[in-house]
């Protein structure tokens, strides 16, 4: 771990309270450490802020700065909400315009973020309003909530498959607990009311969320059932009731701190009341940028034996869980500093909420632990929050090698406590392997290929040993064999053998330790080894083109004698695998050769399908042992459109799948799951395009004819491969049938190979699902709709960038 | 009153203290604060040239790390253009460093924030937000033909040919 050296960074060293320091820094300082260390009191810390922001509230630009900075906090560190809002309900006590200033500033941003559909922003202004319940008049924040439920409503009737209604309702859910925890006159009566009438929209299930549950398989088998966070949330508050509203996770603030006034307590006095920010709501809201799917509740930890995070039915879990993947995704610009916030995560809630830090999960089970205290895992609570944005279907908000970078932090402040948690997790996910969906296995084989490679390749292995007896088809053995070969792309054969128990060194093949293939032509006894060899030797010395064609003709005369239909195959695959053997030495050796036999090979695929796909059949014959070089490969030739997406998807469906068991294989997966992504970017692109503003009709009309054609060919691609998955998951398939008939294919193999065909099935529905939901016909006309229409003046300087932004397009395409 | 644009925590997307300093030409005061130096005004044609950077310099590679390697790594932010491994002038072997060139800046500036700081071949690299490649630029500019951090470098890294390279020449003396 001495190996991280912070980045070179110093780490600031903490000096003492009572130095001099101006005050606009000790205000921004004292502000952004709220509550950070676990010894602080922040009731304290909160008031001391506000007697100095009293202090010198004369001051416009330190009453600028501060508010700036208040605003910010909130928006960026959702964990100090209650903290930033104590510091106003301190400072209002004293003077009352600090409490106005705040309000002002925070519900113009919040006006902001509502106009533009920034729904996190919203719920986290919001939040803090909630938390300053008690300084307003009237019913407070209710009014407010009742109006977002208005919208909500406005937006389920227009299209019964909204998304973003149910996002208001999140907002409300989550908004509650704050107002009712913080409140000083209970607002239960209006909270039951309005649970009341979120009630019917938070139990909905919308048809998509059947594709967006990360366990698949029959019932009994899932160790989780699915869950929606907002009819979680629904269920959480009416369980609150029972505990009397309590909301005991929020941090305490006294409502006075005793001040020691001339040794005589201050004066007890009823704080001045505001009216809440009046805020401009027009019905239908904006959508927001983004599209919007139904949330899953995803846990690891939860609804187990020992209860190290809160149950699912209990209103922390989503209070807790919401703050921190917030907080992950909205500071994304410094993994550094979100480790630091999750690792004093505990310190954010009432002190009560965890157990301490780094308690040894066995202690917890034996029953070690005090009588009636927490059980709660902080550690457990953070990885559940990190772990739920790596499982989020169907994507989460940043890239998922974010969400690895934010545990290898975690990992590295906190290994102790962290490390045991975190093999936890793999175990349960492990274990689950077989029922899980499976574009999430594969998520979790690149996340733990590359946590290990982050920490010297470190696993105990030995825990999987008896799966190494069951056939390569099955989940848990398929996982294995696919994690060890991610490691070695991260690293080498030899490496990773030193790294992995001796019982699992078999799967190191001698082929997966060597740099450079065979070249198969090198061997006499190899179908046209003459030719292929002398090939090789042609291409390496770039001879002359017609050179290179009599080489190849001698193979087709041969393969024409030998009765061979289609003879560019076998000539193909000469000429492709020399490819593979000169350009094995690295990527750009091999692209540098593609480029120089560039007409060639695309001349290949406008001859002959089959020999197209025979392009991939040579590369990832020549590759077999390191398919990551294969699947490399393929994607760059996608780009010089020498092969097409659906030879990819015809190759790994058709050619290559067998009775089904390339359905088991994670890098079949990967290069098709590959090959779509490529499909639905470029689709995804030209809407992006379509959607500029000031575009002429002709380039209008240019667009839509190319979208329509693409947005076709993307929902024949998923077709295809429905198609192709539904055969396997059905057993009709003829392979399949004749292995299972000769007695090749037992029946335990039989089954794992239909579930394979299942689970791949429910992966590619929901892509396109999803595609449609963004690209499809109905999508992008709403999106249309939207559109400003310009007026014609504006037009001529626009059509350039409209031009300039279709052909960065096609030329990314063809780079 | 114009509203701070300083984030509650630094930015690890911008560009380091080294390539702000090589393109200002400007000496910054060493004693500074890390954090500050991030905060201070730029050159605007250095913030220019770096607005729309798709490439990235990556530091601290072994001699021995494979461009399929750091492809494999580097693809986790985005579809990689042009990877371009630095060499020894003279002996034309990697010597470690690289380019990663992506389609967008977008993706690079994740780079930076994802990957930056992480470890390849078991190293901790160094990420960089770069102007672009130009031929040229893939060479050590070292004396004797590799990066001039490992001329006298008095560290023993296997991974890096060992002791500096000047240093050994001169111990050798």
């Known amino acids: ?815 | 009153m114009a509203p701070t644009t300083r984030n509650t925590v630094d930015r690890m997307d911008k560009p380091s203290s080294y390539a702000a300093s090589k393109n200002k030409r400007r000496k910054y005061n060493r004693d500074g604060d890390d954090g500050d130096r991030y905060q201070r005004e730029r050159t605007p044609e250095f913030e220019d040239k770096l607005r729309d950077a798709t490439t990235l310099y990556v530091g601290n590679l072994s001699f021995y790390t494979t461009e399929e390697q750091v492809h494999e790594l580097f693809s986790k932010c985005g579809e990689i253009k042009r990877l371009v491994m630095g060499l020894d002038r003279f002996k034309k072997t990697p010597c470690g460093f690289c380019f990663v060139e992506y389609y967008s800046h977008e993706d690079a500036l994740d780079c930076m924030k994802y990957i930056g700081g992480t470890k390849l071949d078991e190293r901790v690299i160094r990420t960089d937000l770069d102007e672009g490649f130009s031929e040229g630029r893939q060479y050590g500019r070292g004396k004797s033909g590799g990066q001039v951090r490992d001329e006298y470098r008095d560290e023993y890294d296997p991974g890096r040919g060992g002791y500096g390279r000047a240093l050994a020449e001169d111990l050798e003396e």
């Open chain 1, 1 to 815: 771990m001495s190996d991280y050296r912070r980045n070179g960074k110093r780490k600031r060293s903490r000096e003492p309270r009572d130095r001099y320091l101006p005050v606009p820094r000790q205000l921004r300082e004292n502000l952004l450490s709220i509550a950070d260390s676990p010894l602080a009191v922040p009731a304290k810390q909160a008031q001391e802020i506000a007697t100095l922001l009293g202090d010198n509230f004369h001051d416009e630009q330190i009453k600028n700065e501060f508010f700036d900075l208040l605003v910010r906090l909130i928006l960026e560190q959702p964990f100090k909400i209650p903290f930033a809002a104590a510091v106003i309900l301190y400072g209002n006590d004293s003077k009352p315009e600090i409490t106005t200033e705040a309000l002002n500033r925070a519900g113009e941003r919040l006006q902001e973020a509502f106009n533009a559909g920034h729904w996190r922003d919203v719920k986290l202004l919001v939040r803090f309003l909630a938390c300053l319940q008690r300084l307003f008049e009237g019913d407070g924040v209710i009014p407010l909530l009742d109006k977002l439920f208005d919208c909500a409503v406005d937006l389920q009737s227009a299209n019964e498959n909204d998304v973003v209604g149910l996002e208001l309702v999140k907002i409300i859910l989550l908004t509650l607990p704050y107002a009712m925890g913080y409140a000083e006159t209970s607002i239960v009566p209006q909270a039951l009311e309005l649970l009341e009438k979120t009630e019917i929209v938070a139990s909905m299930k919308l048809p998509i969320e059947e594709l967006l549950e990360s366990y698949t398989g029959s019932t009994d088998e899932k160790p989780v059932h699915y869950l929606s966070v907002i009819g979680l949330l629904q269920l959480q508050m009416r369980n609150e009731e029972a505990h009397g509203w309590e909301f005991a996770i929020l941090p305490p603030f006294p409502k006075f701190i005793s001040q020691q006034v001339d040794g005589q307590d201050a004066m007890v006095t009823t704080p001045t009341l505001h009216p809440f920010p009046s805020l401009d709501i027009v019905s239908p809201v904006n959508a927001g940028p983004n599209p919007l799917f139904p949330e899953a509740y995803f846990s690891l930890y939860a609804d187990q034996e020992v209860e190290t995070v809160p149950k699912t039915d209990d209103i922390a879990a989503s209070l807790i869980r919401d703050t921190i993947v917030d907080t992950i995704n909205i500071l994304d610009f410094n993994r550094d500093a979100v480790a630091t916030l999750l690792v004093n995560m505990d310190s954010y809630w009432h002190p009560e909420t965890f157990i301490k830090r780094g308690m040894p999960f066995d202690k917890i089970r034996l029953g070690e632990v005090e009588e009636g205290k927490s059980t709660w895992k902080p550690e457990d609570m953070v990885l559940d929050g990190i772990f739920s944005q790596i499982f989020t279907l169907p994507n989460p908000e940043r890239k998922i090698v974010y969400y690895h970078s934010v545990i290898t932090e975690t990992c590295k402040k906190a290994p102790g406590a962290v490390a045991p948690s975190l093999g936890r997790a793999i175990r349960f996910l492990f274990r689950n392997l077989d029922v899980m969906d499976l574009e999430l296995v594969s998520r979790f084989l690149d996340w733990f290929a590359h946590h290990l490679s982050n920490f010297d390749y470190r696993w105990k292995w030995q825990e999987w040993v008896e799966d190494l007896v069951r056939s390569d088809l099955h989940p848990k053995k398929a996982f294995i064999i696919a994690a060890i070969d991610k490691e070695i792309r991260l690293s080498f054969g030899k490496r990773i053998k030193k790294t992995i128990d001796e019982e699992f060194r078999y799967l190191i093949t001698e082929g997966k330790e060597k740099e450079v293939p065979d070249f198969k032509y090198a061997d006499d006894r190899t179908p046209y080894a003459a030719e292929g060899a002398l090939l090789q030797v042609q291409i390496r010395k770039k001879a002359p083109d017609a050179e290179i064609q009599e080489t190849i003709n001698v193979i087709h005369v041969k393969a024409a004698d030998a009765g061979i239909k289609d003879v560019l195959i076998p000539s193909t695959d000469a000429f492709v695998t020399c490819i593979c053997f000169i350009g094995s030495v690295s990527f750009s050796h091999l692209i540098s050769i593609v480029d120089r036999c560039k007409e060639r090979l695309l001349a290949i695929g406008q001859q002959s399908e089959p020999a197209r796909r025979q392009i991939i059949a040579s590369i990832v014959a020549y590759w077999k042992d390191q398919p990551g070089n294969a699947i490399n490969i393929i994607d760059k030739l996608l780009n010089y459109t020498i092969l097409t997406p659906i030879s990819v998807i015809q190759w790994a469906l058709a050619d290559h799948l067998g009775a089904g068991e390339a359905l088991a294989e994670s890098w079949t997966y990967e290069m098709v799951a590959k090959t779509v992504a490529k499909v639905t970017n470029r689709v995804r692109q030209i809407v992006a395009a379509r959607l500029q503003e000031g575009l002429t009709q002709e380039q209008i009309e240019s667009i839509d004819e190319t979208l329509i054609k693409e947005r076709e060919g993307m929902r024949s691609y998923f077709k295809f491969i429905d198609d192709a998955a539904s055969v396997v998951a059905l057993g009709t398939n003829d392979a399949y049938i004749e292995k299972v008939t000769n007695g090749e294919l037992n029946a335990e193999n039989a089954a794992v190979i239909k579930a394979w065909g299942k689970r791949w099935q429910v992966v590619f529905q929901r892509k396109a699902h999803v595609e449609e939901t963004v690209v499809g016909e109905q999508a992008v006309d709403a999106r249309v709709k939207l559109l400003p229409t310009k007026m014609e003046t504006d037009l001529k300087e626009e059509t350039q960038n409209g031009n300039g932004a279709m052909e960065g397009l096609t030329i990314e395409e063809i780079e």
